[in-house]
């Protein structure tokens, strides 16, 4: 089967994925009855960057959505949950497209950077203005500026963070382990806490 795509009536199409399904969710208060609206789903981020219907299982590459069109939507579109909603508590987030309410629960950050494209070779020796070149990605397609001077890790969960293109969102989000391993650990300095990038060391930050 095909899945309906976020926007009814919408120009983009859906792709082959699991059907959503309603999950159960608390029960809206009388005062509340005639909110959310009907069409509301709910999603899962993991901290791979991948977005899943919240009731999936298993959670892997197959059963990820994977439109990039569809996830550019879902992300650009993408605010925080009004506290006075009944379902903010476990949903921070929410994406609204018409009458759709799309909520999202982030394992960790509700944005995370899934690749990094390099302007030129990251071992090599370039300007700074070329440096400026390099982008993260998140969302489909997406991509923000990366700055290898900005590169933070969580001191407990040795996760690493940049500053996010969303700061409404989040001040940093999390750049996910296959990025890091590719591009920031094969010159990492544990001992040192730094990296070489273009031909420079940076130090790496520790979000307190």
Same mark, same amino acid.
């Given at each position: 089967?095909?899945?309906?795509? &976020?926007?009814? *009536?919408?120009? %983009?199409?859906?792709?082959?994925?699991?059907? #959503?399904?309603?999950?159960?969710?608390?029960? %809206?208060?009388?005062?509340?009855?005639?909110?959310?609206?009907?069409? !509301?789903?709910?999603?899962? %981020?993991?901290?791979?960057g991948? &977005?899943?219907?919240?009731?999936?299982?298993?959670?892997? /590459? !197959?059963t990820?959505?994977?439109?990039?069109?569809?996830?550019?939507?879902?992300? #650009?579109?993408?605010?925080?949950? &009004?506290?006075?909603?009944?379902?903010?508590?476990?949903?921070?987030?929410?994406?609204?497209?018409?009458?759709? =309410?799309?909520?999202?629960?982030?394992a960790? !950050?509700?944005?995370?950077?899934?690749?990094?494209?390099?302007?030129?070779?990251?071992?090599?020796?370039?300007?700074? !203005? #070329? #440096?400026?070149?390099?982008? &993260?990605?998140?969302g *489909?397609?997406?991509?923000?500026?990366?700055?290898?001077?900005?590169?933070?890790?969580?001191?407990?969960?040795?996760? =690493?963070?940049?500053?996010?293109?969303?700061?409404?969102?989040?001040?940093?989000?999390? /750049?996910?382990?296959?990025?890091?391993?590719?591009?920031?650990?094969?010159?990492?300095?544990?001992?040192?806490?730094?990296?070489?990038?273009? *031909?420079?060391?940076?130090?790496?930050?520790t979000?307190?």
């Amino acid at each position: 089967m095909v899945r309906p795509f &976020l926007c009814v *009536g919408g120009v %983009l199409r859906g792709e082959a994925a699991p059907l #959503r399904r309603y999950v159960v969710a608390p029960k %809206l208060p009388k005062q509340a009855s005639s909110y959310p609206p009907p069409r !509301t789903y709910f999603y899962h %981020l993991d901290v791979h960057g991948k &977005l899943f219907l919240h009731d999936t299982w298993p959670r892997n /590459i !197959t059963t990820c959505y994977k439109d990039t069109r569809f996830l550019n939507l879902f992300f #650009r579109q993408l605010q925080p949950t &009004l506290s006075q909603d009944c379902y903010s508590s476990v949903f921070p987030f929410n994406s609204l497209c018409g009458k759709e =309410v799309n909520y999202l629960e982030p394992a960790d !950050t509700p944005i995370v950077f899934t690749d990094l494209i390099l302007a030129g070779n990251a071992h090599s020796h370039e300007t700074s !203005t #070329r #440096r400026a070149l390099d982008k &993260l990605v998140w969302g *489909g397609t997406l991509t923000f500026d990366f700055d290898p001077a900005q590169v933070w890790v969580h001191p407990e969960t040795g996760y =690493v963070y940049h500053p996010s293109p969303n700061t409404k969102l989040c001040k940093f989000a999390l /750049i996910s382990s296959s990025t890091v391993l590719r591009h920031i650990a094969p010159t990492l300095d544990v001992e040192k806490a730094q990296f070489q990038w273009n *031909g420079e060391t940076f130090p790496i930050s520790t979000i307190s």
